[in-house]
């Protein structure tokens, strides 16, 4: 049964951020399935992929440890015509949701129409938490039109029923492993031998703010280079843009170690950079609801990923020790600075942690991960026509 669907997102498209990449990604393999895919957006100037409806306008704020962008105005006319024009099998929204944009296309949606919505965030604390409950209360009338709940891992889960007081289903966020390695492809060894020059190396990618960790990284260079752990000739990559970038250049200063930082990297050069790593380092302090990009550098080919022991990421590595280190106390600058110094060191060690996260890429292929969305969109419609039978 080919279906059209209409992922519904408050945010832009013009950004490639952790949501934009879950749903372009699953949207792109449903898409090769048969099935019709549309995006119901904030705004949005470029378009990724067909049938983009840019339906409401947007300011940028800071919400979660994350800037983003929320919906201010959106044309009930401009939503109206959509949703009669395509008659969508299901609405997909991502949450939580705005009630100024998706909040109102789903109290629009006809009601033959299945509506599904998928949880992707993970809390920082209180604030996110008090917020969350108060927009889950705004957006209780809406949320009643949900006919199935999926969360991308269980953190996010938990915010789902302690915000918006729903059960949900974990399925994870996609990773298209072929595409990831059809560009590390396209981009030649040449490109992945400049990124990785002499020595061992190391890659930081992210944005510099203060969860994602660059400063973590950069105390635990500090740390090892006093011990003398580190092997001559390491040299470390920061990929990224944010407020930060300035601060940790500056602290960069301060060591031996030679860092590069290289600013914003295009899509299309990610896979070769990570490929590139004989160690890729994520030292998220939290607020991550999955572990994406830690999935992007095993299947470009990073030797070893250590990620920063957050829920998120200890869900997405499926509790593995070896690649995890902590991130909140006292002792995170030595735990990753041994961590890279052992990963470089210890061939066995890292084989073993390869192979071991190699293994994960299946879980989280975006063909798995289709599928079990798919069975959901069925039940959904199952639910919604069985409940339209029962009042006729």
């Known amino acids: 049964m080919t279906l ?17 990449a879950h749903i372009l990604t699953l949207g792109k393999e449903l898409s ?10 904030g705004q949005t100037e470029q378009r990724p992929v067909e049938h983009v409806h840019p339906l409401a306008r947007n300011v940028m704020v800071a919400f979660n440890g994350n800037r983003m962008r929320i919906p201010i105005l959106s044309k009930a006319g401009a939503i109206n015509q959509v949703l009669e024009k395509t008659h969508f099998d299901v609405l997909h929204v991502q949450a939580p949701y705005s009630p100024l944009f998706a909040g109102r296309v789903l109290a629009r949606a006809n009601d033959a129409t299945a509506v599904v919505a998928t949880y992707h965030i993970a809390p920082t604390g209180m604030l996110s938490y008090v917020g969350g ?14 006919d199935e709940v999926i969360s991308v891992s269980k953190v996010a889960a938990d915010y789902a029923h302690l915000t918006a007081h729903v059960d949900s289903s974990v399925i994870p966020n996609p990773v298209d492993v072929r595409d990831l390695l059809r560009r590390r492809a396209e981009s030649g060894q040449q ?30 260079l500090r740390w090892g280079e006093r011990r003398h752990l580190f092997p001559r000739g390491m040299h470390v990559t ?11 250049q500056r602290r960069a200063d301060e060591l031996d170690t030679q860092c590069s930082f290289i600013g914003f990297i295009e899509e299309s050069e990610k896979p ?19 572990g994406i990009v830690l999935l992007e550098a095993i299947a ?17 590595m499926m509790n593995d020790e070896d690649a995890l280190f902590t991130v909140n106390s006292e002792g995170r ?33 975006v063909s798995t991960v289709a599928d079990q969305v798919e069975a959901v969109y069925r039940q959904a419609i199952h639910d919604r026509r069985r409940a339209a039978a029962s009042k006729s």
């Open 238 to 248: 920061f990929a990224g843009k944010g407020p930060l970038l300035a601060e940790s």
């Open 300 to 316: 470009s080919g990073s030797n070893v990923v250590l990620a920063g022991d957050n829920p998120g990421y200890r869900s997405t």
């Open 133 to 146: 409950k108060l927009l889950g209360a705004i957006n209780s009338h809406s949320h009643r039109r949900v």
């Open 272 to 290: 070769a950079l990570l490929a590139s790593a004989d160690v890729a380092v994520f030292p998220s302090t939290g607020g991550e609801s999955f």
């Open 191 to 220: 490109t992945i031998d400049r990124f990785h020059g002499d020595g061992p190396h190391v890659v930081f990618l992210g944005r510099f703010v203060e969860r994602k960790g660059a400063k973590v990284l950069l105390e635990s």
């Open 4 to 20: 059209r669907i209409g992922f519904v997102f408050d945010d832009t498209l013009d950004v490639l951020d952790g949501v934009q």
């Open 333 to 365: 600058a030595k735990a990753l600075a041994e961590g890279i110094a052992r990963a470089l060191a210890d061939r066995t060690w890292a084989e073993r942690v390869h192979a071991h996260e190699q293994g994960l890429l299946k879980l989280y292929d």
């Open 32 to 41: 090769k399935r048969g099935n019709e895919v549309h995006y119901l957006v």
